[in-house]
């Protein structure tokens, strides 16, 4: 018997930075889903449980991939073992982290296969967030598309306008702070004491902007929004930072466009160098990177 079930990446408009136990958020979470980036996960039934990757994940993220599917064979209470492969439709060098898409299609996948063999009810979206959540906090909100509100234990669909995404590759090297360490750090940080609650009202304003289609308070917003998160990292003890003088030139770029029409894409950028922009589909531009 075999199994197969495929996830999307995402991207936060409103940051996941913090966490407490079990990944559960200090605060809540607002994210875009790059469908067009996917994880494929399959499982057999094997003998002795192992992993085949196409990337050349190190030893630690196979065991934290396995430990996930363990958990969720201790749910349901089975003792099956699995071989498990994994493959991303995108490459390494596309600088979009692997893990959310990852462990949500493991955590479907595992799910649809252990409930299979044991004759129970496939859990809910909600409940497999949950699951997903504990893999990889991130994970949980690539279980719905196009927006997912991450909000304590599980994500939820969010109903927003439809955008069109584009990613500008500055770096595409391994990161030398994993997020898992940054969530730690940043609470070093002098500014991370109201950071709940700067976090909370941009959620809050966001999603109204982006219902009534606000796009320069959208803009506003989510800049400030990915710029506190590295403001935490470059406060933490020890600091740390992502930002690259390409992601500056780039950046700039995008305010003096701004500046000109008062229009332009929505920005964000990750715990890494690379640009995420956002377009109304009603309204695509080229940025012309030459000046
Ligand atoms: O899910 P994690 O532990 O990899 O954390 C992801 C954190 C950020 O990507 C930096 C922000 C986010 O909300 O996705």
């Not at 085949?52 to 996930?68: G, M, P, T, V």
């Amino acid at each position: 018997m075999k199994w197969f079930a495929q996830a999307p990446s995402n991207i936060a408009l409103i940051k996941y930075m913090g966490k407490k136990n079990e990944n559960i958020p200090c605060n809540s979470s607002l994210s875009y889903t790059l469908d067009k980036y996917t994880s494929t996960v399959t499982l057999e039934l094997a003998s002795q449980s192992s992993f085949k990757n196409s990337e050349n994940l190190d030893q630690f993220a196979i065991q934290r991939f396995l430990n996930h599917l363990n958990y969720i064979k201790n749910i349901f209470g089975c003792n099956e073992n699995f071989l498990v492969k994994s493959t991303n439709n995108f490459p390494h060098s596309t600088g979009i982290a692997s893990s959310a898409s990852s462990f949500a299609a493991l955590t479907i996948c595992g799910c649809k296969a252990i409930c299979d063999i044991l004759n129970k009810p496939l859990p809910s979206l909600q409940e497999m967030s949950a699951i997903s959540r504990k893999g990889s906090g991130s994970s949980c909100r690539s279980l719905f598309s196009p927006w997912a509100l991450w909000d304590g234990e599980y994500a939820q669909p969010i109903e927003l306008p439809t955008l069109h995404h584009e990613l500008i590759v500055v770096d595409s090297s391994k990161k030398l702070v994993s997020s898992s360490q940054a969530h730690k750090l940043v609470s070093t940080s002098s500014l991370f004491v109201n950071r709940p609650q700067r976090a909370q009202k941009r959620l809050e304003n966001l999603i109204h902007a982006l219902k009534i289609l606000d796009w320069a308070t959208c803009y506003q917003i989510c800049w400030e929004e990915f710029w506190d998160m590295h403001a935490l990292f470059e406060t933490s003890s020890p600091h740390f930072g992502y930002i690259l003088p390409e992601t500056m030139n780039i950046l700039r770029k995008i305010e003096n466009m701004w500046r000109k029409i008062n229009d332009g894409p929505v920005v964000t950028i990750d715990a890494g160098a690379n640009i995420h922009l956002l377009w109304r589909n009603n309204n695509l531009f080229s940025l012309d990177w030459s000046n």
